[in-house]
């Protein structure tokens, strides 16, 4: 069975450039979650997808900041305009759905982002 | 508002040797779940153990167990005879409130086993 996919694994960029970041969970897997880890951290969940829909995204710096999940399948976070702080390890992660204690997630390599 | 901490940022054991990383969490919900995840420099996270909250039996995998004290507010890794690919990053977790399925991570701990 593949685990979640995710690109690329690594980005440098100038500030004020875009950026994006694509994840493909693992089949049948509708729940849907991109983290950020800064250095030396543990990872902060940004959003959460159930199915196509946003259902957690308290955490996602709107005014720079966007995700979709097109037919609840891909993913795709975006950062428009990238700023120093935003370097970090993005990850993704898909778990079959939600609404337990025992929620197991599986991660993908993430993309370590570094913005110059 | 939930929270965990691992106090340890370094650990160092001996190849074969146990070592316990620390884990202490705090939550007013009386149903949570406890994981341990493993991050290798390779970046993946991989999920180790699981422990309910209203699990009565500490919960064990292969080398893995996980020394739950409900009372203490405690769910302390034990990794038994350590091997050198044992060498990792390792992050302790927890439900957030509502069974959402969000995760809550500890800082983490950086354990380097010597040959």
């Known amino acids: 069975e593949a685990g979640v996919v995710q690109s690329p694994r690594y980005k440098i960029i100038e500030k004020k450039q875009p950026v994006a970041f694509w994840c493909n969970p693992i089949s049948g897997h509708n729940t849907l979650y991109w983290y950020r880890q800064n250095l030396g951290q543990g990872p902060e969940l940004l959003i959460r997808?159930?199915?196509?829909?946003?259902?957690?995204d308290s955490q996602l710096p709107k005014d720079r900041f966007s995700a979709e999940r097109l037919k609840g399948v891909d993913s795709t976070l975006k950062i428009q305009p990238a700023e120093l702080g935003d370097s970090a390890v993005y990850l993704c992660?898909?778990?079959?759905?939600?609404?337990?204690?025992?929620?197991?997630?599986?991660f993908g390599p993430g993309t370590r982002l570094t913005v110059l | 508002a939930q929270k965990i901490t691992q106090t340890q940022p370094g650990m160092f054991v001996q190849e074969k040797e146990a070592v316990t990383l620390d884990c202490t969490y705090d939550t007013s919900d009386q149903s949570y779940g406890l994981f341990w995840y493993k991050q290798p420099s390779s970046g993946e996270m991989i999920f180790l153990i699981y422990q309910g909250s209203y699990d009565e039996q500490n919960a064990t995998e292969g080398r893995y167990s996980l020394n739950f004290q409900k009372a203490r507010k405690s769910a302390n890794l034990v990794i038994s005879a350590s091997q050198l690919g044992d060498s990792a990053m390792y992050f302790c977790a927890m439900t957030g409130s509502g069974n959402t399925g969000k995760l809550i991570f500890g800082q983490g701990t950086t354990l380097q086993v010597k040959p």
């Open positions: 992660a898909s778990s079959l759905g939600f609404g337990t204690v025992y929620n197991e997630q599986f």
């Open positions: 997808y159930e199915n196509e829909e946003a259902v957690d």
